[in-house]
T-cell receptor
Framework: SQQGEEDPQALSIQEGENATMNCSYK?????LQWYRQNSGRGLVHLIL?????REKHSGRLRVTLDTSKKSSSLLITASRAADTASYFC?????????FGQGTELSVKP | GAVVSQHPSRVICKSGTSVKIECRSL??????MFWYRQFPKQSLMLMAT?????????EQGVEKDKFLINHASLTLSTLTVTSAHPEDSSFYIC?????????????FGDGTRLSIL
């Protein structure tokens, strides 16, 4: 079963703009991960935030985690056309991941 | 970084055929690998956990006789879709991590698109 909801389901922006995606989950977690999937490909790990962390950065990515609201957000700054992909949040331990529904991001040049 | 290779990338075959998909960890050993299924425009659903040297653990609703999993070595897990039918058409993806720590990210193969005619 799916862990929760992601919104928006689809997001279309212009190159250079920021993109924000949100994820909610239902159960308690040790960590939350964000993955990216290009069309027809496997998933690429972007960032992992632990339950005792509130914010984490990696390059143009910024992830926040609010365990009281059981929610997380992924911000991509200064987006590029190459960022066009689907983005999924995932929770779970020992490799058994439960994914959100995903956000399909389209960055127009 | 850790690399997971999945083969084949695409299979088109007739109904009733059995199809084998391989998942290999190229530069690390994986005692556990995971198999997911993804329908178009949807998220990934965990099908089963592949355990090296022992039986796979299947998620609720996944037919173990339909989806045979073999994990005979620390670098290879195979998923065989037996007597495939059109409803088995989907995108199948495997993953593995280099360690048992739950805070380790998963490394995914590039997926196998299975089309049953």
């Amino acid at each position: 079963s799916q862990q929760g909801e992601e919104d928006p389901q689809a997001l279309s922006i212009q190159e250079g703009e920021n993109a924000t995606m949100n994820c909610s989950y239902k159960t308690s977690i040790n960590n939350l991960q964000w993955y990216r999937q290009n069309s027809g490909r496997g998933l690429v790990h972007l960032i992992l935030i632990r339950s005792n962390e509130r914010e984490k950065h990696s390059g143009r990515l910024r992830v926040t985690l609010d365990t009281s609201k059981k929610s997380s957000s992924l911000l991509i700054t200064a987006s590029r056309a190459a960022d066009t992909a689907s983005y999924f949040c995932a929770t779970g331990g020992g490799g058994k991941l439960i994914f959100g529904q995903g956000t399909e991001l389209s960055v127009k040049p | 970084g850790a690399v997971v290779s999945q083969h084949p990338s695409r299979v088109i075959c007739k109904s009733g055929t059995s199809v084998k998909i391989e998942c290999r960890s190229l530069d690390f050993q994986a005692t556990t690998m995971f198999w997911y299924r993804q329908f178009p425009k949807q998220s990934l659903m965990l099908m089963a956990t592949s355990n090296e040297g022992s039986k796979a653990t299947y998620e609720q609703g996944v037919e173990k006789d339909k989806f045979l999993i073999n994990h005979a070595s620390l670098t290879l897990s195979t998923l065989t879709v037996t007597s495939a039918h059109p409803e088995d058409s989907s995108f199948y993806i495997c993953s593995a991590s280099g360690g048992g720590d739950s805070n380790q990210p998963q490394h995914f193969g590039d997926g196998t698109r299975l089309s049953i005619l």
